[in-house]
Structure formats: C-alpha cells, structure tokens
C-alpha cells in the first residue's frame, strides 16, 4: 500500500527513528519535510513516487468482456517496464472510439504515457513493445499504433490536493 511503501522508504533510507514522521507519508509536501527534518538531503527518487505513471489509450475496436483484463494487462507491463510498484500505476482505456488512421476506420490505437521519471529509450521501447502486443490480441496491426511518452516535471503533476512538488 501507499502508506507502506512510503514507510519501508524511510526505514531503509532512514533508519528506525523516522518511524515518527509516517504520518506525514499521505501528503508529498509534509514528506518532504519530515524527510529534511530527519538531516535527509536527497529527495525521494520519483520512480518511487505515487501517483504514476499512467497510460490513457484509445482505439477503436471493441474489446468488449476482455476490457478489464486488458487493463490490467496494461497496467502491469506499465510497472514492469517503468520498474514502479503497480500499485501507482492508473490505466484508462477508451474503445469504441472515433479513430481513423490514414483516412480509413481500420483497427488503430493512439496512446499516451506519463510518469514523474523512467521515461527512457529503453523503457519506452519495452512499453511499445508491451501494448503493441496486447493490442494485436484484438487484431490492431503494430502499425497503427502510437504512444507518446512524456517525463512529467514534479511541479506539474498533482496528487492528494497538492502536486509533487510540495
């Protein structure tokens, strides 16, 4: 969980005496402080932030009774590819959409993937390589799909009434 995974960052970061400051872990900006009270210098690696990454994707196909599986199929080659925990991870998969490629409604899909970090060659490739496979399931050519990647600045990602930034 959330609250877990925060408090594992501060022991094994930390040591035992941050187990004070846990109650600060829901909100980035108090983590932040409690982190610099206990004499911490570097800030949390944003790879272990919460709140991301996530993936937003249309198509046009119908992937019907096999939408929630795809999601979480999804979601899963997102945390794997990213190396976060799953638990951060947020998918929203919109078929049945409004889609043409190259003038024609044939299969397609346009994608786009936000994270606070790990948006790198290699990663984007593997996350390509990913849903590209997921998608072929529901007969969508490699072709016709497009994912933008986007390395999001801390300052411009919100979460729990703030953004990462503090």
């Known amino acids: ?13 930390l040591g035992a005496g941050a ?28 790879s272990t932030l919460p709140g991301d990454p996530s993936l937003v994707l249309h198509t046009n196909i119908d992937l019907g009774a096999g939408k929630s599986a795809f999601m979480a199929s999804a979601s899963k080659a997102l945390a794997e590819s990213l190396s976060k ?15 043409i490629w190259a003038g024609a409604n044939t299969p397609c899909a346009l994608g786009t993937v936000n994270s606070l970090g790990g948006i790198t060659k290699e990663n984007n490739g ?41």
């Open 126 to 166: 593997a996350i390509q390589a990913r849903i590209t496979e997921l998608l072929a399931e529901y007969d969508v050519p490699a072709n016709r799909i497009y994912i933008t990647f986007h390395d999001i600045p801390r300052e411009n990602m919100g979460y729990n009434g703030a953004t990462f930034a503090g």
């Open 85 to 99: 925990p799953e638990s951060y991870v947020a998918v929203c998969v919109h078929d049945n959409a409004s889609l």
């Open 19 to 46: 187990a004070a400051f846990h109650r600060s872990a829901h909100h980035p900006a108090s983590f932040q402080r409690s982190l610099s009270s206990l004499g911490a210098t570097k800030e949390p690696c944003p």
């Open 1 to 13: 969980s959330f609250m877990f995974s925060r408090r594992a960052f501060l022991f094994t970061t």
